[in-house]
């Protein structure tokens, strides 16, 4: 079945550092969407990727797509200690029917930890 | 609008007891899923229903059933529990059909213990 993996599974950061999680699917992707739970809490939807090479921003945070739609990276400029907690990838799952867009998969998440 | 609903948000059981996680949301979202969540596991798909009478296996479905009698609601059930079902749980609705395809919104969990 599909698999989306994510690398690395943790980051530790000094405040003020760049960081990068990564997420690789071994199918093709129709879209990609991000997630960031804080500890302790749910995972709340970021942004979805739908164009190949798409590239979308949110403040400090970049998104990407990449052209054969099957990877896509998160990347967040200067961190803050606001920024900590798990960041998943997420595409959506296929069944018998095809493309499922009820069946999202999740990738295993990177841990971010920002030291002031 | 509540969102996405979950009940109860703690709950201990013995080995063999049955009981019902409650997931309601307000939002009229087709699709609902169940998500299971272990340290170093991600999120892992039980259940999961594209709209009202439909439901379909997830990564993970053994030990759990689900039914979707209305948009509304999406109990998930644990028929017989077990120490490996100890986890936290989490309900999440997404796609309504005049406002498109968008992401995920989560209930905020429920932590089981089976002991």
């Known amino acids: 079945g599909q698999q989306v993996m994510q690398i690395p599974q943790y980051q530790h950061v000094q405040e003020g550092e760049d960081f990068t999680t990564y997420c690789n699917s071994s199918?093709?992707?129709?879209?990609i969407q991000w997630y960031k739970q804080r500890p302790g809490g749910h995972p709340v939807f970021l942004i979805q990727?739908?164009?190949?090479?798409e590239v979308k921003k949110q403040k400090r945070l970049t998104f990407q797509f990449g052209e054969a739609k099957k990877n896509s990276s998160l990347h967040i400029t200067a961190t803050q200690t606001t920024d900590v907690g798990t960041y998943f990838c997420?595409?959506?799952?296929?069944?018998?029917?095809?493309?499922?867009?009820?069946?999202?998969?999740f990738g295993q998440g990177t841990i971010l930890t920002v030291h002031p | 609008n509540a969102g996405v609903t979950q009940t109860p948000k703690f709950q201990v059981l013995k080995t063999g007891q049955s009981m019902t996680l409650q997931c309601a949301q307000d939002?009229?979202?087709?699709?609902m899923s169940w998500y299971r969540q272990d340290p170093g596991m991600g999120l892992r798909l039980i259940h999961y229903?594209?709209?009202?009478?439909?439901?379909d296996q997830g990564e993970v479905p053994n030990g759990y059933n689900v039914s979707r009698s209305t948009t509304e609601d999406f109990p998930l059930r644990l028929l017989s529990a077990a120490p490996s079902q100890t986890s936290v749980y989490f309900c999440?609705?997404?796609?309504?059909?005049?406002?498109?395809?968008?992401?995920?919104?989560f209930g905020s969990g429920t932590r089981l213990t089976v002991v």
């Open positions: 999440a609705s997404s796609y309504h059909k005049q406002q498109g395809r968008y992401g995920y919104t």
């Open positions: 199918t093709t992707l129709s879209n």
């Open positions: 990727l739908v164009k190949s090479g």
């Open positions: 997420a595409g959506p799952g296929r069944n018998a029917g095809g493309t499922s867009y009820g069946k999202l998969t």
């Open positions: 939002m009229n979202h087709e699709y």
């Open positions: 229903s594209v709209g009202a009478g439909i439901t």
